[in-house]
Structure formats: C-alpha cells, structure tokens
C-alpha cells in the first residue's frame, strides 16, 4: 500500500491533526511531516485512505513517515494501561522513557487520550516521561505551552 501526501496548508501540527480525525472513511495510517518549502507548514501522508480529497488539496512530498496521528490500535489507547497493554493493542513498536531508555512493560501509562509517537526508521516508537505517583505520559501534549508564553 503506498502512501499518499497532501498538503492543506496547516500552520501546525494542531491543525492537520484536527483535518485528519475528520476523515471519514479513517485512513490505516496517517502521519504530519514539518515541510519548509515553499513555507513552513504542516505536510500529511496517508496509507489505505478511500476517500476523496477535499478541494484546493495539493499533493506534498512528505520523505519518511513522521509523527502518526492514526494508526492500528490507536483508538484503544486511552486513560490508563500498561506499556505492555499499549504495545500488545497497537502499531506502537517501543515505549522509551526521555533520557532513560526502554520503558519497563509493567509501567502505567497515562494516555491522557492523546498519544503521538514518531517514526524511527520502520519502528513507531512512542517517547514518554515520568509524572506524579510513579506513571509515564506521553512526551507530547494535546497543548503543548509555547516557547516563549511567559516572556514573550
């Protein structure tokens, strides 16, 4: 199955990830790629979409896959499971703790409903870290803080 890229335009990864949800049928897969050319905005790939492209879409090259948004299992991690339950119910090939390595599989996970791991060559690796009462979350917020939102 090949991929297919697209680009809308979105100025981030808020944007496209919102498009993406929206499609219906879902794609197998569907991932955002930073593009800088011809500006910087959000580029989408998508793997076994049936559906139509809406207008003004145009195709993008989007390199290797990126930060996935859908894929297999996605729609099963939410609230709380192990890192063993997250890759027994999903695409997601490694759990890895920011700066420590491999998660441990017995470790809880709060999903807090929004998970977004990367691709690493063929592996979709999701990067956590620790938080209050001994559990991980994922590296990625749903809303993030901007850089400079307190100095700006």
């Known amino acids: 199955m090949s991929a297919v890229g697209v680009s809308l335009g979105h100025r981030d990864v808020g944007a496209a990830d919102h498009w993406i949800l929206l499609l219906d049928p879902a794609p197998l897969l569907a991932c955002t790629h ?24 145009e195709a993008a090259t989007t390199g290797d896959l990126g930060r996935a948004v859908v894929f297999a299992g996605s729609s099963e991690l939410t609230g709380t ?51 209050v009462g001994g559990v ?9 803080t901007p850089c400079c939102a307190d100095h700006a």
Do not use: N, W, Y
């Open 136 to 144: 991980l979350v994922p590296f990625e917020t749903r809303d993030p």
């Open 81 to 131: 499971l192990t890192v063993g339950e997250v890759l027994d119910r999903s695409a997601i090939d490694r759990v890895e703790v920011l700066g420590a390595g491999p998660a441990d599989p017995a470790t809880e996970l709060d999903t807090r409903d929004f998970v977004r791991p990367q691709f690493r060559g063929s592996d979709l690796v999701l990067v956590t870290m620790p938080a």
């Open 34 to 57: 930073l593009v800088r050319a011809p500006f910087p905005h959000v580029a989408i790939s998508l793997v076994g979409f049936t559906g139509e492209m809406p207008a003004g879409a």
